[in-house]
């Protein structure tokens, strides 16, 4: 199926998972682009503030809701991120997590094949698992344990990517599929916990900073902004992309040098403390980005450092501000 024209200013672009941190970070930059967004969230793991300034806005809705709901209505592209993504956040309620990752993309890519738009779905570095393939390109299948903690997430999200799929050969629905890796950024909730809010939190509360096994593990990590370029892209690309594609920062380094890093960027005098590695928790991982380089035209612009102050500085402006609650005549 060709791609339509998409048409900004035109009928709305649904976001589901819009109020989390990735999610309103899209919203606004397509906002900025002149497409209209409904953000469909059931705030289980996003924040209200990150819309809150967008209210009475005729170019943004809310709608509070469950994805596994779907929403009525005809759209002119679907994102799907609508799904929990911390391991604290996706372990609390496995079933859920599951059941959201399954059924709310069921429910989403119907949407999308009833208004004949684009789709994209947010998959995951996590469904290669623990990896024994350096870096990880797209096409490597993985190495998943499906019966282990993690697999509410990673087979969810596999699950998700099938799903995705089949509604293109089955019903021609012109889907993409973002395979992200680890992003951080402005917009986190403080009880996220993951790996960059946990540290930054920590370090300017001159806490600690907990490192899981002996800090060896690795990352490579991408600033928000770079990544919902790279969604744009994906979403706007015209043709056919049919195979998932990388989205993430090759700068790969382990846990130990990101917490000695933060440490020296708030100039903080915590410590580190050492606490259990969680099982399944992936030895190495770094995107090979060359898919998104030569399809979309997209590679990362944002340094860490540079990306971590951005984040620090936002952590910072978040603490300073006096909650509503404690000022005078608020209640
Ligand atoms: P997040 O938790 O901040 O955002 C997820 C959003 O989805 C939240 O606003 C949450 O309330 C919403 N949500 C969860 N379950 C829902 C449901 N059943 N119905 C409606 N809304 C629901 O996480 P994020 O980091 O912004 O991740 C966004 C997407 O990107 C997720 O799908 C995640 O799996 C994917 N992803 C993120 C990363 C990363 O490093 N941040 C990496 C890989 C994939
Ligand atoms: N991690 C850590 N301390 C924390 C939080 C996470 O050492 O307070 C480690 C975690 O064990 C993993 C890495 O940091 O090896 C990234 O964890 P995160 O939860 O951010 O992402 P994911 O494991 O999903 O890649």
Known sequence: MPMPQIEPGARPV???GGAGMIGHHLCRHLMAKGFPVVCLDNLSTGHRENIASWDGNPDFRFVEGDVVD??????????????????DHYLIDPVRTLRTNVMGTLAML???RRSECVFVQASTSEIYGDPDRHPQSEDYLGAVNPVGPRACYNEGKRAAEALTR??????GV???IVRIFNTYG????SDDGRVIPNFVQQALRGEPITIYGDGRQTRSYCHVDDLVEGLLRLFSTPGTIEDPVNIGNPGEITVAELAEKILALTESDAGIDYRALPQDDPKRRCPDIGRAQALLGWSPRISLDEGLMR???WWRRKNAEVPASQIAGQG
């Open 186 to 189: 402005e917009g986190s909730r």
């Open 166 to 171: 089949d509604f293109r050969r089955q019903y």
């Open 311 to 313: 984040t620090i500085n």
């Open 14 to 16: 649904l976001v589901a």
């Open 70 to 87: 779907g929403l009525a209505g005809t759209f002119a592209g679907v994102f799907n991120l609508a799904s929990p993504a911390a391991p």
């Open 174 to 176: 012109e889907t993409r």
């Open 110 to 112: 119907e949407v999308a």
